[in-house]
């Protein structure tokens, strides 16, 4: 059983560019969660998502973030217009439920330049 | 708002020792707490999942407690490894109607041989 996988790694983009994140949850998981690790510290909530559904997207910046997690397909984390401060490591994870355990994937990490 | 803090930030000991690291949390009303392991550039693993019901989890040399009453859990590691080397963070589920966990900055921990 395939754990929660992230695509790309590793991602650099210029500023000004789109930043594309993706997240395949493990089999008969239907939540996600994006988590944002900035350097030197700890993981901030972004947003939980269930099939075609944001539930809560309380820890996502207003403007230039968005998540989607559609019927078919991973998860995506859209970032438009990439500025140096969205340097960061991602991570997504996932569950069976809002209740139980998360099972986080590697990251992906982002650098603008 | 809950705020989760980890003693110390970093830890080096010698191996075969037993250690102890600590986590606080500011709102006892918590769902569950959770303690993972990262390794550097790596995402997250699970070790230990304690809910809110439970005084402790076991797993191997792994030991989790959890008081809710006053805000703190540990995570005890018997015989310590050099392989134990790694980033140990906990995170708190603040329980109904929030997804979100709340994480620590994490304990560095260093087994040297």
């Known amino acids: 059983n395939a754990g929660v996988m992230q695509n790309p790694r590793h991602l650099v983009r210029r500023r000004g560019q789109e930043a594309r994140l993706r997240c395949s949850p493990m089999k008969g998981h239907s939540h996600v969660y994006w988590y944002r690790q900035l350097p030197e510290e700890g993981l901030k909530f972004m947003v939980y998502?269930?099939?075609?559904?944001?539930?809560?997207e309380s820890g996502m910046p207003k403007e230039r973030f968005s998540a989607e997690f559609p019927k078919e397909g991973p998860s995506i984390l859209r970032i438009q217009q990439v500025v140096r401060g969205d340097s960061a490591a991602y991570f997504c994870?996932?569950?069976?439920?809002?209740?139980?355990?998360?099972?986080f994937g590697n990251g992906t990490r982002l650098t603008v330049t | 708002k809950q705020e989760v803090t980890q003693i110390p930030a970093a830890l080096s000991v010698p191996e075969g020792e037993n250690l102890v690291l600590n986590c606080s949390f500011t709102?006892?009303?918590?769902?569950?707490l959770q303690w993972f392991r990262q390794d550097p550039g790596k995402g997250l693993t699970s070790l230990l999942l304690?809910?809110?019901?439970?005084r402790e989890q076991t797993s191997g040399r792994l030991n989790a407690s959890l008081d809710k009453s006053s805000g703190r859990s540990t995570l005890y590691i018997a015989a310590s490894q050099p392989g134990d080397s790694a980033t140990y963070l906990c995170?708190?589920?603040?329980?109904?109607?929030?997804?979100?966990?709340?994480f620590g900055k994490g304990t560095k921990l260093s087994v040297i041989p």
């Open positions: 994870a996932s569950s069976p439920s809002d209740t139980r355990a998360l099972h």
């Open positions: 709102d006892s009303a918590i769902y569950n």
């Open positions: 998502l269930q099939k075609e559904n944001i539930i809560d």
């Open positions: 995170a708190v589920h603040s329980g109904a109607g929030s997804y979100q966990l709340t």
């Open positions: 304690i809910q809110s019901s439970q």
